[in-house]
């Protein structure tokens, strides 16, 4: 059972430019939850999905930024005219249930904005 | 709103020691507490996770506390090796949210 699939793991853009970030759970999770950590920072929660539905947003920015989970392929978190302040670890976790407390975490990405 | 800390930001010990690292919550009405693992340039790894209701949870030679009404929590270390050296972060899950809020990390440095 592979674990929490990110890709890529590195992505360099420049300003201006589109990001995707791609994001398969484990098997039989249906639960994505996406962070970022910036550099010398924790982790701050972004946004929490259902599949083909977004529970929560509240650690979104307001622009720019936007998260799917389709019915079938990988969770994507998008980030239109990055800038260099996106660059960051982007991470993503999976569980199989909102009750269920354990989340696995990916290895996440890491984007570079120059 | 749920503030979590963790001090030291940086540990480095001789190989073999005993070693605690510490994390602090402001809001006690914690749902669980999870500490992980962070190697440079890669992912989180959950090492133990603390219910509410539980005191502490063992893993091997790792040995996590909780104490809610201090706002506190501990990850004990024993016989430490080179292996562990990574960065250790603390997360505080509230009530049935699922959110994690996260410490900053002791970055830990186990020498030779």
């Known amino acids: 059972n592979a674990g929490v699939m990110q890709n890529p793991r590195h992505l360099v853009r420049r300003r201006g430019q589109e990001a995707r970030l791609r994001c398969s759970p484990m098997k039989g999770h249906s639960h994505v939850y996406w962070y970022r950590q910036l550099p010398e920072e924790g982790l701050k929660f972004m946004v929490y999905l259902q599949k083909e539905n977004i529970i929560d947003e509240s650690g979104m920015p307001k622009e720019r930024f936007s998260a799917e989970f389709p019915k079938e392929g990988p969770s994507i978190l998008r980030i239109q005219q990055v800038v260099r302040g996106d660059s960051a670890a982007y991470f993503c976790?999976?569980?199989?249930?909102?009750?269920?407390?354990?989340?696995?975490f990916g290895q996440g990405t890491r984007l570079t904005v120059v | 709103k749920q503030e979590v800390t963790q001090i030291p930001a940086a540990l480095s010990v001789p190989e073999g020691e005993n070693l605690v690292l510490n994390c602090s919550f402001t809001d006690s009405a914690i749902y669980n507490l999870q500490w992980f693992r962070q190697d440079p340039g890669k992912g989180l790894t959950s090492l133990l996770l603390i219910q509410s209701s539980q005191r502490e949870q063992t893993s091997g030679r790792l040995n996590a506390s909780l104490d809610k009404s201090s706002g506190r929590s501990t990850l004990y270390i024993a016989a430490s090796q080179p292996g562990d050296s990574a960065t250790y972060l603390c997360?505080?899950?509230?009530?049935?949210?699922?959110?994690?809020?996260w410490g900053a990390g002791t970055k830990l440095i186990i020498k030779p």
């Open positions: 976790a999976s569980s199989p249930s909102r009750q269920d407390p354990k989340a696995f």
């Open positions: 997360a505080a899950s509230m009530d049935s949210n699922y959110q994690l809020i």
